[in-house]
Each structure stands twice: as C-alpha cells, then as structure tokens.
C-alpha cells in the first residue's frame, strides 16, 4: 500500500485501521473548513482545501492520520470572512458544528485513538471547536477515558515573523483582513493553481470596519467582492514558502506535546 | 473554466455560483456517506465514494450542481453493514446527522436553490434524512417559502432486474446482505481499482440473522470480516455496468420530476 | 391477583413492581406504534393495538411484564404507511421519539430491569428506535451498568414462509405494501372485530411508487384511500394463524436469547 | 358505529376523522398523566385512568373528542406523589414530556382541530404542560395560525366545596396530600374497582414535610408507603360523586370558554 | 475585607474563593429570580431583589456565600404573576432557565462545593429548578460524585402563620394571588423604599380566576394592572417583620439539614 | 424618579417600562460577563462589573435602557483568561449561554425593543453572542418581524490609540494578554476601587503560549496566578481615561448607527 493510504483514513480498510491502533494508536489530524465566498478568484472549498492539504503533508512528516475532512463550517462574519450573505456560502448552526466535531472525536477515542488534531482552516470555527473538545472531553471522562489529548490548531498561527515578511514585504496590514488576500492565494497558487482564477485577483485597499459588530451585516462596510484586502502581490513561490515553512513547524510542534503528554 | 468545475459546488467561486443561479437556479445533488468498514479490501469511505462518483456523473449529464459531500453517517448495522464495533467506523447520532442535512438543505434554499436531491451512499442514513428534509421544509415554510421539493435517493434503488440478473446470475441472495458485496465491490473496481485490495475479496455464505435486533451487537451472528455475503464474483465490468445503467436513468427520472414540479 | 394484572405494568402496585424485581428482574416489552391512518376499514391506533395485543400473548406465555404502549410514533411515510398527510395521523418528530423511548429504557433500567425489548408495530419507528436503543446504553455505561441487553423487534418479522402462503396463497406482493392490507386487516378482525369496518375493506391493485422519495410527498403516486395493496382477502382465521405462529415463536426466541445472555 | 367510537380518536379511522373535521373542527381533549406509584392499593397508572375515564365522560356530554392518553409523565415529587425512588414510577425528563406534548398538539392543529385540552391527572406535569403549550402557540403563530385555543386543566380543581364536604367531612388536611388517598382512591373505587387492592388501603397521619425541597429526596420524611394522607374513608359513593359532579361542571366550562372564543 | 465580601461570590478574587473552600466547602445559595411586572407600584426586578436580598441575610448568619443571582425567570402565569404580556416582563423558555440552573450548579461542583440551595423568588421557576438539580444530580453521578445535596427553597414557605396574621389581620385570602400585594410590598418597602412607587399601590379585590389554563391568556380574566389582591395594607413594618422572622428561620433550618448529611 | 431609575430596566416598573417604549421604544444595552478569575487582587465578577458600569454611562448620555446583565459566560480559556480551572470560575456551556441570550433579545422585541446592543465584558462570549443574534433575527423573520437591528460589542474595541498610548506608555505587549492587567486593574481601581486589593497587584512578565491550543489545559504555560501580563503599572487615573474616552465614543456610534437604520 503507498505512504498516501496510510495517511486518509478514508483510504483505509477497517483492517489497516485496527491494525495501525494495535501498533500504537496514531495521532489523528481532523481538518474543518467551510464552504465560503473566497472573492472572485478563489473557490468555496478553499477553507477545505488549505488545512486538509496541510495537515497530509504534516501527517506524512510524524506519522499521524488524517480523518475525513469536516466541509461546512460556521457563518462567515464580514471582519473574517465578508459574510454569509455571499452566494455559495453554507454555514451551519453553532450546535451542528459543535455535535459533528464532538461526534467525530468520540468515536475516533472509541476505536483507540487518544491524540486528536483540530486542523481548523476558517477562523470563524475556533470557539466552537473549543466547546466540541470541551464535550468530547467530558464525555470521556463519563465513560471512565482520561488520557484523551486534543489540540486545537490553526495552521496560520505557525507562520513566523520572517514568512511574514516575505509575504508581506511592504508590512503586514492585518492578519484579519487576511480573507482571500496574500497568503491563501498564494497557499492555494502553489497547491491547487487549477482552482484559482488568476485573471480575476482583486487589488483594492484594505476593508474598513466599525468597532462593533451590527446585524444584519451593514453591508455598506463590506468590499463588494468580499475580499478584505489586496490579494495583488500574492505568488505561488510565497505560497510554497508558508507550505514548506509551517509544515514541519507543526509537526515537530505536535510530535514534542504529545511526546510529552505520555503518547 | 472546465465542465468538472462547474459541478462541484466546492469548485465554484462565489461569483460563479451567483452566476448559475441567476441563469435558472440548478437542482444540487448533497452526497452523504459514512465512514464504515468495507471488509478487508473495501475502504472506510466506500459509501461517500460511490455517492459521490455517481452524482458526480448524474449531474454532468442533467446539468445540476453536486454538494460537498457529508462524509460522516449513521451507526452500521450489523444487517445492513456489519456493525458499529468494526475499527475505524466512524458514525453520527440521529441528531447530529439530521441537523448536519437540515443546515446545508437550509443554506442552499437561502442562497435560490430550490430542487435538492439527497444522495445516499449508506442505507443506514435513510431515515434520518427523510427527518431533515422534513424538518427543512417546516423551517423553510416559516421562511414564507414553499417550492422547495427535496428528494431521498439511494441510488441502488434505480438498478434494474436486468442488471441485477448480470450482477448475480445464480439469483440476489439479499440486497440486504449486499454490503461490501458483489455490487459495492464490482463498482469500486470500476471507478477507484486503486482503492481496492483485490487479494483479499472475501469469499464465505451469507449471514444469517435472527428476525430481530439485539444490542449491544450479538458478534456471534455477525461475520468477522463484517462482510455480509460473498463478494468474490465481483468484477469491474459488472460496476461499469451499474454505473452505466443507473446514472442515465436517475438522471432522467429527476429531470422528469423536476420538470413536473415547475423546475 | 389475575395473570392478566400481573403482565400490564400499568396495573400493577408499586409494591407488585419491587416483589417482581426482587423475584428476578422480568423481561419488559414495551410496545411502541402509531396514530396513523390504515383506509376506510381500520382505526387510527391499528399499530398500537396489534404490537400491544401481541406483546401481552408473549409475555404471558414468557413470564415479562408489558409496559405501557407509546401510542404516538413517526411520520407516517407514503411507501410504508401511506403518508403523514392522511386526516388523524398524528407523529412525532424523531428527536421526540428518541427521548421517549430512551426515558423509558432508562427509567426501567433505574428500578433493576435489565432485559427489554421495544415491540414496534409501525415501520417508521424502526431506526429511532435503533437510536434511543444506542443512546441508553451509551447513559447506563456512564452509570456504570453493563448488563443492559435491549432488543428491537417487529412481530412482522417473525411470520414464517408457511404463515405468508396462507395469508397470501397468490403469492405475496410486498411486505412494504402490506400497510392496512391482508396481514393487519386479518389480525384485526381476529383480535379486535369491534374496530374494523368490514363493510369498507378496499380492494384495488397495488400502490406503484417511484425508486425515490420526493418532499412534500408526490400525491399523485399514493391511492387515494391510503391502502398500499388489496385487503380484500384478509379473514379472522388468517389473524388467528399469524398471532398464533407469531406469538410462542416470539417468546421462545426471547427467552433463548436472554437465557443466552445470562438473564 | 357505536358513540363511544366516535369519542376516541384512537377508535376512528382517517374517514371518520377526516368527516368530523369537515363538519366543523371538535374540541380534542388531550389525557396526560403518569406511571407512578400510588401506594400498595392503587395501580401504577392510577394518574393516567382517572383524567382519561374523566376525559371520556366530558367528551361524551359536550361533543369533544378523547386524543390517545401520554401515559408517562414527570418525575414523581415527594410533596405531591411520594417521589421517584419507588418501585415502577416511570417518569420522563422535563424536555421529552415537553416535546411530546407539543408534537401531538401541533399535529392535532396540523389536522384541522384548533380547540384543545390538556387533561392532566398528575400534579407535576403542570408547568410542562404550560411551556408545551406557549411553544406550541410559537409554532403555530410562525405557520400563520392564531386561531389555536389550549387549555390546561386538572380535573381535581373542578371539585365544589359541597362535594369537597363529602369527601371529607372532618375537614381536608390539604389537597396537597392527597395523592393516593381519599379522593383518588374513592374514584378508583368508583371506576376501576378491578385495580384496587380495597385489603390493603393505608390508614396513617398524613406526612409531614419541611418547607424546601431536599435533593436526593430525604427518605426520613416520607410515608414509607408513599401515601401522604389516610385513604381509609375513602368509598365508591364518594367516588362517584366526584365524577358526576366533575364531569357536567367541566364539559360546561369548555363549552361556554370555547364559544366564547368563537369555537 | 469586609464580611460582605466574603458572602458575594462575585465580590471575591479567585484566591478567596480557593481559600473558603480549602476551609471546609461553605453551603452556597444561589438566588433567582424574574424580570416580571409587579403592577404600577413595583419594580420588574422585584422577584430577584427579594431572594438576593434575603439570602444574603441569611448567608451572613449561617456562613455561606451567595452566587451572582440569575435574574431572569421562567414565562409569568395569569394565577401567579398576572402574565407575560405585562409591558416589560422578560422571560425564559424552560430549557433555557433549567440549563443555566444546571450549569451554574454544575461549575459550584467542579470547584468543590457540595452543597447548594436554589433561592427562588418567583413562583413559577419551581418545577424548572426541580428539574434542573435532578439533571445536575445525574451529571455528577456520571462524574462518580454523589455526595451533592441541593435544596429548592421559597423564602415565603417559610412566613409562619403567626406573621401571616401579622401581615393579613383580616384574613389571607391565597397565597397565590399575593403577587405584588400585600407581603411582596411590605418587604419592598422595608428593604428598598426607593424602588417602591407608593403613591401608586393599588387597591382593588383580588382576582378571580376559572379553575382551568386559557392560552393564550384570557385577559378578560386578568386585573388591568396586574396585581392580583390589593396590596394596600403593605407596611414597611409588615416587611420587617417578614424578613426578621424567615431569615433566622431558613438560616436554622438549612444548617440542621446540612449538618445532618454530612456538611 | 431619578435619571438612574429610568437607565436601568431591573428598576422599572412595568408602567415606566411601557410609557417608553411608546414614546419611542429605546436602544436597550444588554450586558453580559462571566464570573472569571481575574488573579489575587481583582474580584470574580470584574467581566460583570466592567461592561454594566460602562453600558450605565453609556445608555444616560444617549437616552438608552440597561436590560439585568447576564452575568454567567463562556468558559474562560488559557490564552484570553487564564482558564476554565481557576477556583471560583463559573461558565456556561456554549447552548447554555446561546440560549440565555437569544430568548432575552426575543423577549425585548416581544414588547417592542426594535434596537438591541449587547454590551460584552468577557473575550471568550464573543462568538456565542454571534449566534444568539443570528438565531434571534431568524426567529423574528419567522414572526414577521424584520426591523430588528442588534449590535454586538465590546467596549475595550473603543479604545483609541491616544488612549492606548497612555495606558501603555512602553508599549502594549498584546490585547489579548490583558486578562486582569492594567486596562481592567485600572478601570476598576476608578470604578469599583473597593472590591481591588491593591496589594496583591501582581507583577511578572506576560505569558507565552504555543501557537495553538491544548486541551485539557496545559498548565506548565499558564501563570500560576492568572494574570497574562504585568498590572503593575494600572492607576485609577488610567481607568478614568479609559471610561472617559470610551463612553461617548460608544455612545456617538451608537447613536449615528441606529440613526441611519431607521431607529
């Protein structure tokens, strides 16, 4: 069987699932997105695509696997994402979210798995992973389960100071602002150039928001294109810098925490 | 921009999908699997592929939209997938998989849909989305909206006798009993021979169960590969014949009900 | 006391109920059917009545205890039941269903029952009855009891291939489109003639469905009567031959199980 | 057909239902009770016979209709039914009772009838009751229905001082206590003789309580038979002047509430 | 630090709170109440006022601490509050008021209290509170902790009949219909004379009520202003009295039942 | 009645209450907090305390009302509040405070609140707050209801770069590290000077965490005191600035915002 299979639990046949447990239960990269607006040049998927890509190249590199991928995602807000009023754009409820995430996790420590990675590729998913692995944990304590360790983990966090500032050479304007700018463009130019639409990279100045929040979404605020800022100076080469800067970053991050935490 | 990207939803930009829409809203096909053990040479993810393949191909022909599949299911059987104890089956509460259907049918209605066909891949599932879809259609009739149609599919259902006369010449034991058997073996070796392990097709009787369903599972009626009858005649030939015969003739069968429902 | 008061829970004294359980906890059936329409000629609560019915024959002949019917089930659907839409079906969502039945269970549980099994008289209940099943389980293992064994049945189930060739010496259509036709009405007439207008047994060909499930339903495809196939040869003799092979072959196959399963 | 047919929805078939819709929607009286223990005299559903026998009487004289009884309801109190722990006392939690409650008043509204009564034979169902209702009303308000009219009702509030001077001509200690004494006992004795053990009704000071609600129940302060008052007065007669008493002064209420409301 | 802030949970650091519990875990009294009009006279905060203020009297006496109160409260009744429709009164649905019980308890647990007193100031939060320290009971039981005693307590239980005299010269005529009359204003105008509107307290017969539930409300039956006995014999003195008499009352009952299980 | 007594909704009768609403409905600030550690020297209820105070001055100079804070919230995390573990932390599950939120809203725009500004004191609620309005706003569509503007804020997002600039003249290390620091130290010692022990200023470096999140808690990366960075340099004069500056900053949003919606 190639490395590839042992990597996608999808991939897997119940028997190489239980005989991978035996040998020592693998840690699991489970990866969440959402099926979002990514502004005219980027698909819906790219909040899939990104941390379900990564997560294989860092499940390749320390021997973890990686579970099907969550698609659908919580409601786009206008500061992270422009907003759910996009086309195309499928958002759960926070309770859906939540119960998939903690259902997925359960069943993963059911079979013997007890090191779990949100892979998280939407920012607007991030407290309520946090409420899934706060359940899922109880849930096992209930069942008499203490050694589950579960992380949640957002690839953009791993990005250091000098990938930023080849990202960003002019400065960084915002990490939120971020939606469909420089670094998933040029992310998903250098893994998935057939899904993006060069010809149509926006370039105009950065969104600007009120500090609050309004509801329904003040749309006289939001870029029409739902892009937050200039995706112009997006390059695949910068995205294969995040890709080959943050991958081993996490890996050797997550090998030494669960090293440490008895896995 | 290829014909396979205006298919898949995850491909679509935003701006592509409001496209689409605009020029006469498109039915979506929204496959949902499971994460289900196969026997040893079937992968977990068997009953998302399959769905996912056929819808795939159903759509190019009627010019609808296929979903980002839902990955995750309900609990295995052990009558109709061997069981929820198998390693690696990964499986979902009632309420969490029919809220997971509820969500996205609601957000493809907000966004103009209004012709969704649910497409199965695991019997197991069946109810459940009859339960989404019925909950949707309250939610959406609250919304004042009141065209929405929704189909179940099982796209096993549309296989006809002479088919089922090619796949099984000395005569179906069960269709029941068929998982990881001769049709879901013959059609995975059609479509993904990759993901197959084809030394290892098991060959034993069918189960036999008691006429009723004791839990927790009784292991001594289930077979310990969790294949329920002999999938040794399996061939791709057969599968090609399969998707062949179905795929035109689901595609017709929701043109035509569409078309009479005002679509 | 009678036999009869010491089978029906909802007789019995609290005191009865602890010498019972002191005695060694019995086997409890709790039966669990519909308001649903059954045609021109059969009453709302045909599948609270005929589940009931059985149960109480089983338990006397076994030594269980029969708790009392839920009489409100699920959606009535148009392959199995006709449809939802008929005047005085009345169902319950799935979520109440589940909490339902799994109260019960867990409450049964909680006064030293160990063995019970959910007697169904309505098809559509079926897989929320596999998920309350699995969700009071999943509750005692948290309170640290294991010896729980439930059991999910259909007396349908238990009608033997010589039964079927007296009921339907032609040749059986379908046991799908048996809803309110030969097998019920005959049981009816044998066990609760009072109830059924005789006067008013359909007889036409049967019901014809397409391999899918629109929504809402498509009502040019169910009869206009709600009779999935004839009952026009339905006789209490027939009644009497199903309840009388049904009955001892149910209690004999629970009590070998239970004995089996250290009860 | 025979009027007491015509009185229970469970009797009718989807026709007769269907006509008496047509002819002008009926009152649906809604039995709810619960499996509760009712000292070593009176049966489990002792909470469950009496509103639905009361139910049946009201119906009969006013032209209403008797929905099929929830037979289990919320969790036994020591205060007003000896509480939890005894043998055979089924209860539900607060949100299935809620649920089911809901579910069987908007299908009865689904089908026509706007005009219904909760007939409640046990205390603690009460506030559970109310909240049913206000969501039901929800429901209906956003289906574009406000024509519903629900009322909650405990039949033991109908009972006149003059009748409450029989029942106890020494003078009430508190309709509190009552549970499983005089009142319930005398109707069961009125109604029911078959299900009440006349050898062993209680005769002891009636319980004492402090004034807060301990939990887990404090043991020490209550009747060990879960009797709260002395039955020992009680008699068929009595009985039965509750129930014609009750009974016309009931059916009166409803009928002059439900005109006024332009029922 | 002042005795008042060791009986404020809110007022505490972190630190404190360690401290009181390493000490030996205090009682805690958790104070809630409604957002429900009183009539032209009281407050909306009226039913959280008087248990917050009560407790905190007799958390100074018996040594506990008092948990931020949970102001808002279950849906105002015709019989009890006058009705959610008064201008002003802001309810829960039950789910929501037993889960915030629930969860506050809970957290009470986690960090080592054992034992803790729901200090309801509205009527009719009762059953939802009973319902929320049953589930909170099974939560811990799944924890493995069963060493948790709640109490539900109204401070009005406790008025003995030597202050009802008091308080009502004339007779009581129901404690049911003393919603912002005469005890609720007395107490007001003993504890917080500047909320009271005394110039507007009303004084008209008390209501009279059908023994049954109308829903919506029957506002024909409902005192325009809300108040359902006069309240024009409140005196600040009645208040005093109220207040010194249950406070020294609850504060000896609590200690006694706590002492005897074990605090 | 004083200014205060017309700010603050808990202390409202229900006459004031709807004399306001029919002079025009007001905007309606609604608090909400969390009982949190915030280290040895600020009190449990410093999330409470700060955004109610602020909404108070807030809601007098633009003629709004403060509904009762809530004062229970999300589970404090490592990263933003030390974390979940602190003694005395009190926190809600994410349905729990959903829930809390979402009915309190509905009940505001169910007597007539149009504009509904909820004021949040505690980072980790933001998200919830999100999806409590989102639910909210779709359950006003469904009672026809669209006008209903909702703001989510929090006040700290007010504060200036001048502002800014004083508070840290050496640079602020990160909003996010300043948990019980110096804005909240500061902002305290100025309004609530007497529930902060000043001794107990803590003073240590700011804490460093792994850019991703452990569950359950790491506690070799969190300050044994809870406090995320150095509140050495807080001063009551800062919190002044601080509460002056925002106040009518938020207040002149505000107020510009619902005026251009329509309010």
Known sequence: ???TRTIRIADLTSYDFRRLVQEGPPVVLLPVGSIEQHGPHLPLSTDVILPEEIA???AARMGALVAPAISYGYKSQPKTGGGNHFPGTLSLDASTLI?????????LVRHGIRHIVVFDGHM???WFITEAIDLMLRDQRREGIDTVRAIKLGYWEFITPATEEVLFPDGLVSWALEHAAVMETSVML???PDLVRA???PDHPPAEFPPFDPYPFDLSTIPEDGVLSSAASATAQKGRLVV???VPDIANALSAFFARSGG
């Open 99 to 107: 119960a998939m995430l903690r259902d997925v996790m359960n069943e």
């Open 1 to 3: 069987m190639s490395e």
């Open 190 to 192: 250098h893994l998935r």
């Open 244 to 246: 080959e800067q943050v």
């Open 56 to 58: 294989m190249r860092v």
């Open 124 to 126: 607007e998913n991030q």
């Open 199 to 201: 010809d149509l990279i």
